[in-house]
Each structure stands twice: as structure tokens, then as C-alpha cells.
């Protein structure tokens, strides 16, 4: 099972932009094996459900919240075990605590959430 390390967050000015980074590690964390998983990011605002963000494939394929889509984009580098999400444009409704997600194409229940990033956006 891969484990998972965010980074990026922090306090950014409405208007501006921000990328968060999601680093897969642990024996399971080679290239063709990263590959292998459906990343996503979640985040979730305190007394809320959490939320998809944004999800891609193995193949690239990309899913986004609507309140996301032409603001946000995911990308992955499957060399560099890591899953990106560029954020333009943020608002203050961005604010939240943003997750990486894992899942195991080959073992579907295999699920594994990172420990979370803060994202505040405020002037």
C-alpha cells in the first residue's frame, strides 16, 4: 500500500493561485505501480462533508467538481509518483483542509488518504 505526503498549502489572496503536490511512497510506490491508482483530491471544510475535487485516471482522464471546473487542474507524474493540483482564480469558498486520495485499480478496496493540507483563501 502506498502512503501519501501533501504539500502547497498555505494563505493565498483571493484572485491568486496555488499548487499542491501529493508524493507517493512505501514499497507499493514505483512507477508502473503508481500508475496503477485512481488519484483524486478531496478537501473538506470544518462540520462538512468531505468533497471530490478532482479525480484522474491511470490513463489521464480527468473528473472535477463544477465548482472547480476552468479554475482548477489535475495532473500526474507518474515518474515522480506524484499527483498535482494547479489552483487559479481562488476564492474564498476554496478554503478547506485538501486531501490526496489513492485507489488501487487492481485491489479496489485498497484506499489511502493523505494527512491533509490547509488551503486558506483571504485577504
Known amino acids: 500500500q502506498v502512503q501519501l505526503v501533501e504539500s502547497g498549502g498555505g494563505l493565498v489572496q483571493p484572485g491568486r493561485s496555488l499548487r499542491l503536490s501529493c508524493a507517493a511512497s512505501?514499497?507499493?510506490?514505483?512507477?508502473?505501480?503508481?500508475?496503477?491508482?485512481?488519484m483524486a483530491w478531496y478537501r473538506q471544510i470544518p462540520g462538512k462533508q468531505r468533497e471530490l475535487v478532482a479525480g484522474?485516471?491511470?490513463?489521464?482522464?480527468?473528473n472535477y467538481a463544477d465548482s472547480v471546473k476552468d479554475r482548477f487542474t489535475i495532473s500526474r507524474d507518474n515518474a515522480k509518483n506524484t499527483v498535482y493540483l494547479q489552483m487559479n482564480s481562488l476564492k474564498p469558498d476554496d478554503t478547506a483542509v485538501y486531501y490526496c486520495?489513492?485507489?488501487?485499480?487492481?485491489?479496489?478496496?485498497?484506499?489511502?488518504w493523505g494527512q491533509g493540507t490547509r488551503v486558506t483563501v483571504s485577504s
Open positions: 486520495y489513492a485507489n488501487s485499480y487492481d485491489r479496489p478496496t485498497e484506499i489511502t
Open positions: 512505501g514499497s507499493a510506490a514505483s512507477e508502473s505501480t503508481f500508475s496503477a491508482y485512481y
Open positions: 484522474i485516471g491511470r490513463l489521464g482522464g480527468t
